[in-house]
């Protein structure tokens, strides 16, 4: 009986596919045998999405707790030897989490890597301001702060740069001291505040169906409403 081939992945780019890249660029990375990516996360319908994202139907199964995570995550695992030498064109190769540069996209799929990218390390944050009350009962406000996180500098730039672009809002840097699995390493970070947050969410969260953790569109819906 011969061996079952692997169905290909659809390289033409499409919002799905976007995606699907975003959480690889974050959550994701190429296997030491550079035969396989992998995808975590404890979010098991995040899995769901992204292999639906990539027309697979790879089986999802649960990554033991670590010295480094107690909490109980998911992992699947795609071999796809054409999509890895395609990932590698395009500016993902292994152990790319403080060597990510720029990815060859399309500007027209730059907002649906982007809620990939958020859904993957980024960060949503929203709060009522009541600070300023005790001068003024009427000085209440609502916050809201979206975050893009990586450990590699030159990619949070790009990233800053595409949204400046596209969207013309500019967002502040951080650079911020972390220990990570790799060692202590500083972790950068775009911050959009507000405003430019509302512009940010209402640009990538453009329909309804678009590929998305539903916990945080339902955060930022929450805010815009």
Not at 15 to 42: C, E, F, M, Q, W
Not at 49 to 61: G, P
Not at 192 to 210: D, F, G, I, R
């Amino acid at each position: 009986m011969g061996t079952k081939r692997l169905k290909r992945i659809n390289f033409e780019w499409n919002p799905n596919l976007a995606y699907a890249i975003g959480l690889i660029a974050t959550d994701g990375y190429v296997s030491k045998d550079k035969r396989h990516v992998v995808l975590t996360s404890s979010d098991h319908d995040q899995l769901i999405t992204f292999r639906e994202c990539l027309n697979k139907t790879n089986k999802i199964s649960i990554n033991p707790p670590s010295s480094i995570s107690k909490k109980t995550s998911y992992r699947i695992q795609i071999g796809d030897i054409v999509f890895l030498e395609w990932l590698n064109k395009i500016g993902l190769k292994n152990r790319k989490s403080l060597t990510i540069g720029s990815i060859k996209i399309p500007d027209k799929y730059i907002r649906d890597f982007l809620r990939g990218h958020l859904d993957g390390d980024g960060h949503v944050q929203s709060y009522v301001d009541k600070y300023n009350t005790y001068k003024n009962p009427n000085y209440i406000y609502n916050r809201l702060f979206i975050f893009f996180l990586s450990g590699s500098k030159r990619h949070i730039i790009w990233i800053r740069r595409k949204i400046l672009k596209l969207i013309k809002i500019n967002g502040s840097f951080q650079e911020i001291k972390s220990k990570t699995q790799l060692g202590n390493n500083n972790m950068y970070s775009i911050k959009y505040s507000t405003k430019e947050a509302a512009k940010l969410a209402n640009w990538m969260y453009y329909h309804p169906q678009v590929p998305c953790l539903k916990r945080k569109r339902v955060k930022l819906l929450n805010f815009l409403k």
